[in-house]
């Protein structure tokens, strides 16, 4: 068996190969160890559920579709990545996110159902785990038995978009399918680039060297001229957006963590002491500041500093012996790359209560209002997070008395509390620590297994038990593997994994204040709830499922684990891809939901 250390120099070997540099891949992967089987049946009756959702108080609606029967605005024609009937988009207000919506219409020869279907997707994925293939759709398969089903992609999922008009959201559209295909296409043919990654997903190194101040060709090895004006904008533009655009995403101890982190590394140039003194003069001001969180009537103040920071600098330049000629460059490489983790930080600054007060609601107002279900309701069924979002919400709205608009819900491979179990999602606790998540603002999982996976697929075989995490062996067809790795997958917030780390943590997952803790009001739920296990999933075992079904009122409960002890296995993506899911899963799913599918 592979150490730990091997492991991660496998993985670090993969994505030097393909000129993807992680610093840390343990923050991704921890080995897949091997456990026995287990089959396990609770005497509960049979019923399962997963994923997430939720439903805040108010939102503004507005969408356009490739067959919108409203008088809103449609797109013209899907992109290929979709393979839906057709392609709607949702806006959720308060955000320029609009939010993609895959729809398979119902079949005429299927007994007719009273509610919509949702399904909702896991953390950094998106729809095409649902629809992996013709003969092998998990959507197709729920249309085919006549509900109306919907997939949504959360805000940076799949083909949701950032657009404020109809063509700049059709023209996006397509071009993300574009990259997706290309990726897999490159991929597969063993040619893989940072080029060829997706626009909108950022590459995982922040080790730029790219200066602010342009040296002159002529004078080739011997330092430019200090563009102070240029450094002061730059860096009091970060010292702004650390006390202003960022006051939302960060607490007071994490500004000052971020603060620290950039006037440290800039201490790290000089070794004066009497520059370190004025360096910690500066530094106490600009943190004095910072706490103050005011806004834009302090930018005077901060250019002053910054000033007096370059000042200190150019000093430096001039006392330190022998001269560090590179200085100037050394400092605009720290700048350059501070911005870069600031920039990513803004753009993906979204948490799992966005998803939940947000972008789930707006969803389910939406299909309500195409598919005008008798009593209101949506049947819902979510994987992995998207089971975990559908406890969460109904926990949010047995705790105020709110109609979860849930008629009953299927939570696949879900738990709202991890601490029982020795699930793979630990390797996500490092990123507890704000200092570790702010060094990595986010984890492009898509580009890191898409790098890995030539190595996991092919000889050497040397990350062979990056599979394990997502299909028992042979339980998925290989090229539906290939495409459920290279097109499935996305980037992830820090800020979403740092809330999702807290379901390992005694009290389970809980909001972004850390005062409501979803499990505590899971009782006072009234929705039916199937939740189904696999009987070899790494990343939520068994147990950890079990342990959430607990806290559900018995009479609402089934719990049902997949999997014999002489096989087939079921890991975490199985249960909606394997090969064995449409004779085992998928009937159960069927006759629970059909059960709960009344007006």
Known sequence: MA???TIQSDIRSALHATNIVISNPSLIFSRATSSSARWSFSPRPLISSHYRISTPESFRVRAFSTE????????????????AD???????SNSDWRLALWRYHPSPQAPPRNHPLLLLSGVGTNAVGYDLSPGSSFARYMSGQGFETWILEVRGAGLSIQGSNPKDVHQSAHEVSE??????????????SVDQQPSNVPSPSLDSRVSFVEEDSHLAGIVSVWDESKLVTKLTEIFMRLSERLSGFLSESELKIMFAELVDQISKLLVDSQLSERMNEIRGKLLSLLEARQNSAIAGQFRDLSQGLVNVIEEGQKSVSPQLFDLQERLSSIIEDFQKQLDLIVKYDWDFDNYLEEDIPAAMEY??????????????????????????MLSRCGWDGRDSGFAAIVTLASSLDYTPSNSRLKLLLPLADPAQALNVPVVPLGAMLSAAYPLSTRPP????????????????????????????FCTIPAKLLLQLTTAFQKSGLCDRSGKFFY???????????????????????????????????????SYKVFGEPGGPHYAHYDLVGGRKAVEQVYPCIIEFLSRCDLT
């Open 68 to 83: 919108s029967t409203e008088p809103v605005v449609k797109v013209p024609d899907k992109p290929p990545i979709c393979t």
């Open 367 to 392: 299909i309500r209002a195409q598919t005008k279900p008798k009593d209101g309701k949506l049947l819902a069924i979510g994987h992995s997070m998207g089971g975990i979002l559908l406890y969460a």
């Open 461 to 488: 075989y040397v990350l062979s038990w990056l599979n394990d995490l997502i299909s028992a062996q042979d339980m998925m067809h290989p090229e539906l593997l290939e495409k459920l790795v290279l097109n499935n």
């Open 519 to 557: 499990k505590d009001h899971l009782h006072k739920s009234n929705v039916p709830v199937l939740a189904i296990a696999g009987d070899q999933d790494l990343i939520c075992p068994p147990e950890a499922v079990e342990e959430t079904v607990r806290l559900i009122p018995e009479h609402l409960a």
């Open 3 to 5: 150490t730990t250390s």
């Open 179 to 192: 990259e997706m295909e290309a990726v897999a296409k490159s991929v597969t043919n063993g040619t893989l």
């Open 86 to 92: 057709e392609l709607h988009y949702v806006s959720v």
